[in-house]
């Protein structure tokens, strides 16, 4: 290999790996789904407020934001895609997170769009969790093949107005049997779409409503689905064990099969998602609501994988993510410095260099070692007129190596 070559060879590595993103995938198919730009509005109102924290955690690059369909009044419903851990390969689980189905229970928007902000940014998951939960919680290691599909809110005319119901008057969790309502059909499609295995739907008692009315963690039981029961009652136990041997106490629920099948977890259960309702007490405070929705969802996020890939029933290895977000999600991943493809590729790049600087040595000392052994031959056989043949010259450069140690110089030696 000649030097040249070897050098055009070393630019050219120079470039793919400084450059991952010029030999990446290509640019997303913007008629496969639209992109919101999310801008804050000259009007603060509760629902724009929620797309300026979303706007800031777009800035850093590390989510992607849609726009799933318009409510009644004709406000964008936005989903963020996020890997609340970071990840290097698509993750195979994902969570679909409904918050504001009531536009009067306002914690999960506030909640979830403060743990997008920190994740986008940067933070550990595992440091949002509430101290008493941290300390009876393991290392969350699962979060990595996570991917949460978040809804923040899901009807955005009633949360402006601060009420239930959204601006046609309709209860939007209590039309998931017919969806007569565009909000509801939205959520349906994200749904179909992108196949979540595990559905949260986050909600919060308010001081009206009947007893006992306190932090609840909701799941249906439902006839013939035996091992869809065990998937959720895993999950459930596992994180009601730890959030409860911490400070605050949730209990467990579990749906009847006669119960209201207009809901919004029951109809994904019904649909094979591993479903959950999520309630907070009624009468608490902002930062008591945070501490529960925040513990719930990372601990349920951190076991979901564990428990579907020892369930056979739950499989993940057919569905496909839309070619659109694929192409984000490897450019994003290729453009990360501190990512462990990153480091891969630095790997094979100081690999690739020392083994081009090996062939260069081996080619450039071949004739260096031929001229030297002619020399050595020359001058051993003018000085003592010793027959030709290898096993001497091999003899030769021993004694050669030896007695030129202790001469002045090859250039002295070679005047004599």
């Known amino acids: 290999m000649r030097a040249g070559a070897f050098y055009t060879y070393l630019l050219f590595a120079v470039v793919i790996f400084a450059c991952p993103a010029a030999f990446g995938a290509s640019a997303p198919d913007k008629h496969l789904v639209q992109i919101t730009e999310i801008k804050t509005p000259r009007i603060l109102t509760p629902y724009t407020r929620i797309l300026g924290e979303i706007g800031k955690a777009r800035s850093t690059g590390n989510i992607r934001v849609y726009h799933i ?75 990595s093949s996570v991917l949460w599909l978040v809804i923040p809110i899901a009807n955005p005319d009633g949360f402006d107005m601060a009420r239930r119901a959204n601006s046609a008057g309709i209860d939007l969790n209590r039309d998931w049997l017919t969806r007569s309502q565009p909000e509801t059909q939205a959520i349906k499609r994200v749904f179909e779409k992108w196949a979540p295995q595990i559905v ?15 932090n609840g963690l909701e799941m249906m039981t439902r006839p013939n689905a035996a091992a869809q029961d065990v998937l959720e009652r895993d999950i459930a136990h596992w994180a009601l064990r730890i959030m409860n041997g911490g400070a605050d106490t949730v209990s467990l629920i579990t749906s009847r099969p006669s119960a209201n099948p207009s809901l919004a977890h029951r109809y994904f259960a019904s649909r094979g998602a591993a479903s959950f309702l999520i309630e907070t007490a009624a009468g608490a405070k902002l930062a008591e609501r945070r501490k529960v929705l925040t513990d719930l969802v990372l601990l349920i ?116």
């Open 69 to 143: 369909g318009t409510s009644a009044q004709g406000r964008s419903i936005p989903m963020i895609a996020i890997a609340p851990a970071g990840a290097t390969v698509l993750p195979k689980v994902r969570i679909l997170i409904i918050c504001a189905q009531h536009g009067d229970e306002p914690a999960s928007p506030e909640v979830i769009t403060d743990i997008i902000n920190k994740c986008s940014h940067g933070k550990r998951p595992e440091t949002l969790l509430s101290p008493s939960t941290r300390r009876s919680a393991p290392k969350l290691r699962h979060l």
């Open 301 to 416: 996020s951190e076991r979901a994988p564990l428990t579907i890939s020892n369930n056979a029933t739950a499989s993940t290895h057919s569905f496909r993510y839309p070619p659109e977000f694929q192409a984000w999600f490897q450019k994003r991943y290729a453009q990360v410095d501190t990512g462990e493809a990153q480091k891969l590729k630095l790997i094979w790049f100081v690999l690739a260099l020392w083994g081009g600087l090996v062939l260069i040595r081996q080619k450039t000392s071949a004739p260096m070692k031929e001229a030297h052994d002619a020399d050595v031959k020359h001058k051993i056989t003018k000085r003592n007129g010793l027959p030709d043949s290898p096993l001497f010259l091999a003899k030769s450069r021993l004694w050669y190596a030896s007695d030129t140690a202790s001469r002045p110089s090859r250039r002295a030696f070679s005047k004599r």
């Open 200 to 214: 949260l739907d986050l909600h919060q008692w308010s001081n009206g409503d009947p007893p006992p009315a306190e």
